[in-house]
Nanobody, 121 residues
Framework: QVQLVESGGGLVQAGGSLRLSCAAS????????MKWYRQTPGNQRELVAN???????NYADSVKGRFTISRDNAKNMVHLQMNSLKPEDTSVYYC???????????????WGQGTQVTVSS
């Protein structure tokens, strides 16, 4: 079984910073792109950033220049450094990993439990 465990969420003031971390563990044969999403009640889930195994990154326009996604392939971890936080960044942030557990199993997406980020004005 694969598990994604997140940490780093919390309450910060506007302009502050947080660093989210997500570790994928369990039976992992191969792991590909890892992503961060966010979702607030009543809204659609939004892709915040993603990063490939090789380190190529993409960001939502709303966070570009403020957030940085990174990964540690040896530890199957992905991080999201969030700077200059705004109240509109308040959301539940979810880690996502595209992986397969064995060479014979299909690739699929796995999700973390979500971590709350609250930015006060």
């Amino acid at each position: 079984q694969v598990q994604l465990v997140e940490s780093g969420g919390g309450l910060v003031q506007a302009g502050g910073s947080l660093r989210l971390s997500c570790a994928a563990s369990g039976s992992i044969f191969s792991i590909g792109t890892m992503k961060w999403y966010r979702q607030t009640p009543g809204n659609q889930r939004e892709l915040v950033a993603n990063i490939t195994t090789g380190g190529s990154t993409n960001y939502a326009d709303s966070v570009k220049g403020r957030f940085t996604i990174s990964r540690d392939n040896a530890k199957n971890m992905v991080h999201l450094q969030m700077n200059s936080l705004k109240p509109e960044d308040t959301s539940v942030y979810y880690c996502n990993a595209f992986l397969r557990t064995t060479i014979a199993d299909p690739w699929r997406n796995y999700w973390g439990q979500g971590t709350q980020v609250t930015v006060s004005s």
